[in-house]
């Protein structure tokens, strides 16, 4: 199986290399509602998941489905306009496909960035949080099964898995742009039902910060590659039970919309400095 894989990663590198031998040195993963940050790219090439052999292909309302290569700031990025996820049925290895393939296109840094729901009644939404380390609940672990040799350790550590200076970078930036982030844990749950009330409360109480249905995941397959993360949410909604209307994947988007402008700003703005603290 392994070896299918990695021939699968390989075949999916090539078809891109046939496409563009654009070289990224920044990937960039946008969330639900947060596609529109791509059009503050300066695009030199497209590449369409569907245009992959075996890629993953998203069914989410929100999530275009397709690479972008081209320049934020300067810097050469890839960014995935949409990702796959566990809850629409793909084996947790596809769900990790995308990220383990911008590795082997070269990049060393990978930004994730989600809408998840917010666990502390005080949050305001929307707003958004820097990941400073995440929990995979009842969520499989990417790297069970044979190690893929090629791509990293079979024991990867996870100390500092979200950067601790490319999390002040992403502050900084923000104060440089008079806004102010929130910082905090964020839990991959496997959805797609949203949290009830009781376990949003529970969440909250071990500590955690945000909760959501991608990243963590995304995020431990890049370390084991060996690649950089930093990690934001935008907090979309209340979790379940912290507000008085019933959760709803179109509060997402619009939510995501609503902030829009100021994650383009941050983001658009990170890039360079995070480029330039590699």
């Known amino acids: 199986m392994a070896n299918e894989y990695y021939e699968k990663l390989i075949r999916c590198r090539d078809v891109i290399r046939e496409k563009t031998d654009f070289q990224p040195r920044i990937?960039?993963?946008?969330?639900?509602?947060?596609?529109?940050?791509?059009?503050?790219?300066?695009?030199?090439?497209?590449?369409?998941?569907?245009?992959?052999?075996?890629?993953?292909?998203?069914?989410?309302?929100?999530?275009?489905?397709?690479?972008?290569?081209?320049?934020?700031?300067?810097?050469?990025?890839?960014?995935?306009?949409?990702?796959?996820?566990?809850?629409?049925g793909f084996d947790v290895h596809d769900v990790v496909l995308p990220v383990r393939l911008m590795g082997l296109l070269g990049i060393k840094l990978v930004f994730l960035t989600n809408a998840a729901g917010g666990l502390d009644p005080n949050m305001e939404t929307p707003s958004l949080m820097v990941i400073r380390d995440h929990m995979m609940f009842n969520f499989p672990n990417p790297l069970v099964g044979p190690n893929l040799d090629e791509l990293g350790p079979r024991f990867p550590d996870?100390?500092?898995?979200?950067?601790?200076?490319?999390?002040?970078?992403?502050?900084?930036?923000?104060?440089?742009?008079?806004?102010?982030?929130?910082?905090?844990?964020?839990?991959?749950?496997?959805?797609?039902?949203?949290?009830?009330?009781?376990?949003?409360?529970?969440?909250?109480?071990?500590?955690?910060?945000?909760?959501?249905?991608?990243?963590?995941c995304e995020a431990v397959a890049a370390r084991h590659m060996g690649l950089k993360v930093c990690g934001m949410s935008c907090i979309t909604n209340k979790g379940a039970g912290l507000s008085a209307h019933a959760l709803s994947h179109q509060e997402v988007i619009e939510a995501g919309q609503q902030i829009a402008e100021r994650f383009s700003a941050l983001v658009t703005a990170a890039i360079p400095a995070l480029d330039a603290a590699l």
Do not use: W
């Open 158 to 216: 996870m100390s500092e898995i979200y950067d601790k200076n490319l999390r002040d970078v992403l502050h900084t930036t923000a104060a440089g742009l008079g806004m102010k982030l929130d910082e905090g844990v964020y839990i991959q749950l496997t959805g797609p039902s949203f949290e009830t009330p009781f376990e949003v409360r529970y969440y909250g109480a071990i500590g955690g910060s945000a909760v959501g249905m991608s990243t963590a």
């Open 27 to 88: 990937g960039l993963i946008l969330g639900s509602g947060l596609g529109p940050v791509a059009e503050t790219m300066e695009v030199v090439a497209t590449v369409d998941y569907k245009d992959l052999p075996g890629f993953p292909v998203s069914t989410v309302p929100g999530h275009a489905g397709r690479y972008l290569f081209g320049y934020i700031g300067g810097v050469p990025v890839v960014c995935m306009q949409g990702r796959v996820h566990y809850y629409e």
